[in-house]
């Protein structure tokens, strides 16, 4: 009979972090299921698959051997879906199961799941949620996607001899510094995997340093590198383009509070220059819509939002793209996009995206989360760095007259088309565990 983490005393000393961890969330469950309750009472948790985070299914376990791949957000995700195409592709009959944390990912991929595919929320860290997940779908394999290292879950898979993966891994130089502060118990929980992948060299030397065995650590290898392009509405795109036709568009997808603020001050101004300018601005919380929407029109600006269907007139200033799923329809229709969560603390976010389909990038200095990738482009001239509301009018002005923005769009196209695919070692892996 296996026996739990914490209950296992045979076994090399518990780092005190770490046990301290593993008891309250063995023994104060109760405090998780509260924020469990605050989450869904914020809109945070999808109300009819609630129970999903308690760790109990209302779905069957397939027959035969079954892949578990775990992640966080929409992203991560739709990063999984070429590899989970490959793997099938070898071998029919085996099945997958997604879990994620976020209702915007289940939102998304309800409808895209690849073929013998489910999906269920990620349980909460604490045992009895954890126990109840394994005993249902006990796994044939377990692959953790780019850095959602959950103790309790991890120890977990490893007791019951659940064969553990890491793929994608990132991990940024806040987090790092992070476990560096409790070493021993980073050390006990990287030593539960089997083997690992690397986003970048940067991550593999701080995987390394944090006491990851060499021989677990295979290799360097991004999925998002690889990842399909964003899909779109075909029909919606011709409509907005033609509704579009005399405007001069700008993106701004996944914007944060903090560097709105910036990117609406020089809308302002390229619309005072010229009236054709139109601003598309994409949230990264969707949810945040309404706010934004009401500030601007409490300040005088001329709006329409996406989620209520507004009608574009020909002096809209601010298109509030408000609704999930859609970033690629609006990369499609602007040859420039700013890719957000970069003037503010949150370390950019995906590159790759926008550059699949020809868009010239301008991003902030904070990109810390796709930093290889930001420097290539750079280096190359496929992407543009920006501080402010007048270097982002400054660019704007220059790209859309000079016609600049399709020879940097095309730079980025080209690199990122041209990386090299690494998924078949990553795939031989996988495959040597099953």
């Known amino acids: 009979m296996r026996k739990s983490m914490i209950g296992n005393r045979k076994r090399e000393k518990?780092?005190?972090?770490?046990f301290i961890y593993l008891f309250f969330t063995r023994y104060c469950e109760i405090i998780f299921s509260i924020i469990l309750k605050y989450r869904l009472f914020k809109g945070k948790e999808h109300q009819q698959?609630?129970?999903?985070?308690?760790?109990?299914?209302?779905?069957?376990?397939?027959?035969g051997q079954l892949i578990w791949f775990n992640a966080a957000s929409v992203g991560?995700?739709?990063?999984?879906?070429?590899?989970?195409?490959?793997?099938?592709?070898?071998?029919?009959?085996?099945?997958f199961l997604i879990t994620s944390t976020t209702v915007t990912s289940a939102r998304l991929i309800t409808d895209r799941l690849p073929q013998n595919c489910q999906h269920q929320f990620s349980p909460i860290d604490t045992f009895k949620a954890i126990s109840r997940f394994l005993d249902h779908w006990n796994p044939d394999l377990a692959i953790f996607i780019e850095g959602e290292l959950w103790p309790r879950l991890l120890l977990e898979i490893k007791e019951k001899q659940i064969p553990l993966g890491l793929i994608s891994a990132r991990m940024e130089s806040r987090s790092f510094k992070n476990w560096r502060k409790i070493n021993r118990t980073a050390e006990k929980i990287l030593r539960t995997f089997n083997?690992?992948?690397?986003q970048d060299q940067k991550t593999a030397k701080r995987l390394l340093s944090l006491g990851m065995p060499r021989e677990i650590l295979l290799g360097i290898s991004s999925l998002k590198e690889q990842a399909e392009p964003l899909t779109f509405d075909s029909n919606e795109f011709k409509k907005l383009k033609e509704n579009f036709s005399d405007r001069k568009i700008w993106v701004a997808g996944s914007t944060h509070l903090g560097e709105e603020e910036i990117?609406?001050?020089?809308?302002?101004?390229l619309y005072n220059y010229d009236k054709k300018y139109l601003l598309i601005l994409v949230p990264r919380h969707p949810e945040r819509g309404e706010t934004i929407a009401n500030n601007l029109i409490s300040s005088g600006r001329r709006i329409v939002r996406r989620s209520l269907k507004d009608k574009i007139s020909s002096d809209t200033e601010i298109y509030v793209a408000d609704t999930m799923g859609e970033l690629g329809l609006w990369y499609k229709l602007s040859d420039?996009?700013?890719?957000g969560g970069s003037l503010v603390n949150v370390g950019g976010h995906n590159p790759y995206e926008p550059c699949r389909f020809g868009t010239a990038i301008l991003h902030g200095s904070f990109v810390y989360n796709f930093q290889h990738i930001f420097d290539l482009l750079n280096s190359e001239g496929a992407s543009i760095l920006v501080e402010d509301s007048l270097s982002i009018v400054d660019q704007i002005k220059g790209l859309t007259q000079s016609g600049g923005a399709q020879k940097i769009g095309l730079k980025g196209m080209k690199i990122v088309n041209g990386l090299s695919d690494k998924s078949k070692s990553m795939v031989k892996v996988i495959n040597s565990f099953i």
């Open 14 to 18: 518990t780092p005190v972090v770490l």
């Open 49 to 63: 698959r609630i129970h999903e985070r308690r760790g109990i299914s209302k779905l069957k376990r397939p027959e």
């Open 76 to 95: 991560e995700v739709l990063s999984i879906f070429p590899l989970i195409k490959i793997l099938r592709d070898n071998n029919s009959s085996l099945n």
């Open 195 to 198: 083997f690992a992948f690397a």
């Open 263 to 269: 990117l609406l001050r020089a809308q302002q101004i």
């Open 336 to 339: 420039i996009a700013f890719l």
